[in-house]
């Protein structure tokens, strides 16, 4: 080999070296061979303490993964049917928390063959989350299908798909409302509660007890925005204050105290009807319990509680990432251990709606760090709920009431930052990250109008917990996503969450295990 070519291939090398980055060489095979190449290229890979990428002990061997297997097969050829009937269900609901974001979210703990601690359930299954009239779904017409079994049209909420969002009159025939499975267990002598991250009149949480045409009416003033003052409407925060199913709720954790008060009792209400909703609750009955911060739930008694209230914020509850030492609200995790304290009182048994819903809203103004934080913190909830109840008496599912445009790519090395760039340089010269969205309010940020060229994303995404990530398209808020969401099962009757189905079949399925409603059950 001659001296020329020698000190050639040490410049590249070296060139390689100093720019870890990558992009496509020449090529000089047919033109279907080298579409072929670009789409599996092979990229450098830099060396890091002698290894080029992070291994774990033995995974270069054959005998690591063929035992994994064989323990994973073994582990299921052990598994029994539980075919008891389950005496609490506890349904968790990790809003906006496709599959990209549980995948993208093990990083967080550690690396990606790590699992959230509902990823070591038994049984999983898909559902599909299109509404009546969507076919990417929003979080209310989700929450009717995962909640009362039915499915209705984007925006309302425990009605069917007879009511139009934001109809001021078919949403009064009672005929069109629809029961959740926490009236299920309330008409079968069980407790029924409630936890949320969120306002707990959102769009989620109020499936468990609201019949609306429209999730943006959680006050009277809202309701009389679009329908006038004397609709007949009740606002969802006053169906959850006096209505059939939410006056008897036992436990009800989360944020929103501002849709319960009128603006002239407090400067952070937002009702206009003269009513104080807070202080009707506490002075129901002297052993009703309301509490504004942790350390005010975990002092609750709760043997000498009737019901408990928690309102821990006048709006949603902070993103935990956000939160300062000064900030007195409870984690998931927190309320999730009080909510089950006091709901394992009842000798009939509860039904639990527990939701972790600023996943979702981190999503939609792509803010992934917090997002998959938010994961993270709902997958300790559950982990906390596993540790608390028994699998012999206690179903728990997790699901997500849709995806989002969230992308997870980019032939990144193993061990290397999930929320860095891949080693891949685009053809605009710039760098290209792991984690990004399809579209959102993120893409002004990451796009130069006047020249017309992309930013440097690694100048823009720093470490700070409110980094925004790149999104291709222009639009206020990142979109939902309509691909099937995952289902996760575990206690009796959790083999039957098995398979690809619609998602109003959920309630269905806790309804039979639990011996729950009118339809098919165990006990019938």
């Known amino acids: 080999m001659s001296r020329g070519l020698n000190a050639l291939l040490i410049a590249i090398a070296l060139a390689v070296l100093a720019h870890p980055s990558w ?5 000089g095979r047919s033109a279907e061979d080298c579409k072929e190449r670009r789409m599996h290229p092979d990229l450098p890979e830099p060396e890091r303490n002698g290894r080029a990428y992070r291994v774990l002990e033995g995974e270069e061997t054959n005998a690591y993964w063929r035992q994994q297997g064989i323990q994973f097969v073994q582990q299921k050829m052990a598994s029994q049917l539980n075919q008891r009937q389950a005496k609490n269900v506890i349904l968790f609901l990790g809003d906006g928390m496709g599959v990209t974001t ?14 959230l601690s509902f990823e070591n359930f038994p049984y999983t299954g898909l559902s599909k989350t299109y509404s009546v009239d969507k076919i990417v779904p929003d979080s209310a017409c989700t929450a009717t299908a995962y909640l009362c079994g039915v499915k209705g049209q984007e925006g309302t909420i425990g009605v069917n798909g007879q009511v139009p969002r934001t109809d001021c009159k078919v ?5 069109t409302h629809v029961d959740s499975i926490a009236k299920w267990a309330m008409e079968a002598g069980k407790w029924a509660g409630l936890v949320t991250t969120t306002r707990v009149t959102h769009a989620s949480p109020s499936g468990v007890y609201a019949h609306i045409a429209e999730r943006d009416w959680e006050n009277d003033a809202e309701v009389a925005s679009d329908c006038g003052t004397n609709s007949g409407i009740q606002d969802i925060a006053y169906q959850l204050a006096r209505g059939d199913v939410g006056s008897k709720l036992k436990v009800i954790l ?8 009128d603006s002239s009792l407090e400067s952070w ?12 609750f506490k002075e129901a009955s002297e052993k009703n319990a309301y509490v504004t911060t942790a350390a005010e739930l975990e002092a609750v008694d709760v043997t000498k509680t009737d019901r408990l209230l928690g309102l821990f914020n006048d709006d949603h509850l902070e993103y935990l990432m956000a939160t300062t030492p000064e900030n007195s609200q409870p984690t998931l995790e927190q309320m999730t251990r009080k909510a089950i304290e006091y709901m394992s009182q009842s000798e009939q048994g509860y039904f639990l709606f527990i939701e972790g819903g600023r996943i979702d809203q981190a ?25 608390l109840t028994s699998e012999d008496d206690t179903l728990l599912v997790v699901t997500a009431d849709h995806s989002h445009v969230f992308t997870y790519a980019g032939y990144s090395n193993r061990g290397s930052d999930i929320f860095g760039r891949t080693p891949y340089t685009a053809q605009d010269g710039k760098p290209i990250m792991v984690l990004s969205y399809a579209n959102g309010p993120s893409y002004e940020n990451f ?3 006047e020249t017309k060229e992309r930013k440097d994303p690694t100048t823009l995404v720093t470490g700070a917990h409110d980094d925004e990530f790149p999104a291709g398209v222009p639009i206020d808020m990142d979109s939902h996503g309509g691909d099937d969401v995952p289902v996760y099962a575990h206690g009796p009757w959790a083999h039957l969450f098995t398979g690809v189905y619609e998602q ?3 309630p269905h399925l806790m309804a039979y295990a639990s011996c729950l409603g009118e339809g098919q059950t165990m006990c019938k």
Request: charged letters at 25%.
């Open 269 to 280: 209400g937002k009702r206009t009807d003269g009513l104080n909703l807070i202080n009707e």
């Open 504 to 506: 109003s079949t959920i």
């Open 23 to 27: 992009s496509a060489p020449e090529c």
């Open 254 to 261: 989360g944020g929103g105290r501002k849709n319960f008060v």
């Open 171 to 175: 949403m009064l025939d009672e005929s």
């Open 102 to 115: 549980t995948s993208a979210a093990r990083n967080l703990l550690g690396g990606e063959e790590k699992a």
């Open 447 to 449: 796009y130069d109008a």
């Open 363 to 387: 999503h939609h103004i792509n803010q992934a760090r917090m997002a998959l934080n938010e994961t993270v913190e709902f997958s300790k909830a559950i982990a906390a709920a596993q540790e």
